[in-house]
């Protein structure tokens, strides 16, 4: 089972690192790029029995390690039976 | 009295603390491996500053996990004073034992530079020999020092008067051109609610001698001492 988990910053919070990709993309003339925002991207590999078995083991992980609450929020998928 | 320095696989300014603790104060040092299940005895701990784990997933994110932190949590449950410089406050906002956490600097650059804070309160174990207003040169050294909370946090903080430096102009002006990273606030440095357990962006311990530059931050550890020495606070008002 492959649960892939989406770490966002909130959308509260300024992205120091999202501005200056987007500045990046404006001096390479994409002037229709309003926004970036930056993220992080994980791939888990689960063994378990089912879909929300791995969904249990990959929520509790981004909350106690992947994504910091106070900052980020995140979003999980999964494939695999 | 004795302080434990808590070394992470990554700290690099353990020797700095060291240093500054035995050799420029006085006092008695020991370093604390991050695996280690005791804080040897210690009066008081730091945290010091550096890349604990390699700054991994995020500054502190891995460091909140070592065995030490066990301890380290006890020790500041049970009211014993504890400072996190640099790396040290990353690991301790990780840990939930100070409230927020850090963002890439403003400038996406690492700064390292020299900086002023002032003091905002005197009443906790690292500030109770400083004056109130009182203007530090330290330096700071970091890639992720921006501090952000929610703003009801922020004003919590402020209301329990726990922001306890921040960046100012050498004349104590709060301006955003002061504010190296782009904390909220001009926030440098914050104590926990009991007030024992502080963190701060800049590094005092490598500001303890003059022939470094600034002999600003010695206060700070001297504070520690002088505050267990008299097991008292000196009164902020």
New interface residues.
Partial sequence: MRARVFVT?KP??????GT?VAEALHTLGYATVKDVRQGKYFELEIDAGTQDEARRVATEAADK??A?P??ESYRIEITGA | MKFAVVVFPGSNCDHDAYHAVKHVLGQEAEFVWHKDASLAGADAVILPGGFAHGDYLRTGAIARFSPIMREVRRFADAGGPVLGICNGFQVLLEAGLLPGAMLRNRSVKFQCEYVFLRVEQTDTPFTAGCRRGQILKVPIAHGEGNYYAEPDVIERLERNRQVIFRYTTATGAVTADANPNGSVRNIAGLCSDRRNVVGLMPHPERACELSLGSSDGLVVLESVVTFLSQGAVAAAR
């Fill in positions: 910053l509260s919070v300024f992205d120091p690192q200056t390690l992947l910091n106070v900052i």
